[in-house]
């Protein structure tokens, strides 16, 4: 007897090529892997600051010009040899989680592609954080081949925070519709929130400049970026005390106005990871960068952003989420059919 669930409609020739498409049933290894996008899309803003971390177990390590050249590791291998040392393996183990990003952005999006109804909002957001992935790994390249100019270091690092960005608004998206996003909190307070968001970037971006001019280049020869280490920490912790004022005033606005209680406290998580941040920043700073809190401060670099995303996302709604098909996996998730509520 034949399965329902694996029934191909019969197609007349007045079908519009998109019902054709999405009427199909999926097998139920699609089913599977269209369930697992929201998964694999947290999954990949995970893999995205993992790779912040294995970056820095490089340049902490002196290992930055392990491999000395790239695509290949040496001129005649394309991996680490003997001869290249624990630097070598370091290095190209940072080379190899690139694959990892590889198979989980291929995942997400084949898993966009399979969901049902199929939305082009995530297909076309997978798609955009599988480019990053290439992009991420040409800027690694040149990292490689300028003999780590810090300035290329820093771009590499800072499109690993465009990448979190990116999974993070695709993660978030799943669950949501496809409508114009709702506000929850009156305009000036959103305002307050882009000011910050942008506070937060900038504070990770001065920071990527006080490791150019610091002593982490990733390799004894490479050169550094030639400003003051104290001046522009001095800028960046400045900066942080700017985006710890409009994060504080953030939450008494939103108390102030009664916002919905996940809003209040996404921005009370924000201004706690910031102090923590912070904290961490001053005491690396006063103890000569021990290479185990510099790792640390990267690791909260990149949560600092997430939590900065979370509260920009917590301040508005996006209703409209599609009703699953008939035909599609869907079935198997009654809860996708319910409405969004805004708190
Ligand atoms: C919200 C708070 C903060 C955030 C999000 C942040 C973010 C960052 C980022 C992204 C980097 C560059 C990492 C890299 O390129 O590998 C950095 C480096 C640095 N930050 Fe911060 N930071 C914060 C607070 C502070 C504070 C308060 C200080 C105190 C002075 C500080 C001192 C430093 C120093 C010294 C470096 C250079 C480390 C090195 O040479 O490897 N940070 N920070």
Redesign the pocket.
Known sequence: MSDPARTIPRVNSSTPRRSILESVSLSRPGRRLSSALRPLALASLVANAGLIVTG?AV?LTGSGLGCPTWPKCTDESYTTTAEMGVHGMIEFGNRLLTFVLVGLAFATFFAALLSRPRRKSLIIMSIAVALGVPGQGVVGGITVLTNLNPWVV?LH?ILSIALIAGCYALWRRVDEGDGKPVPLVPAPIRHLSWIAAVVSFA??AV??V??GS???AGDQGAKRNGLDPATV?QF??DL?FL?IGLSVALWFALRAVGAPAHTVRAAAVLIAV?FS??AI??V??FTH?PVLL?AA??L??AI?WTATLAVLWSLRTRPERPQPTTTGPDHAHPQLAEPVTAS
């Open positions: 820095a340049r820093g690092f504070v990770i920071g990527v006080v490791t610091g002593p982490h920490s960046h912790a942080v985006l910031e941040q912070g920043g001053f690396q700073y960068l510099v401060h990267m909260g670099a600092t």
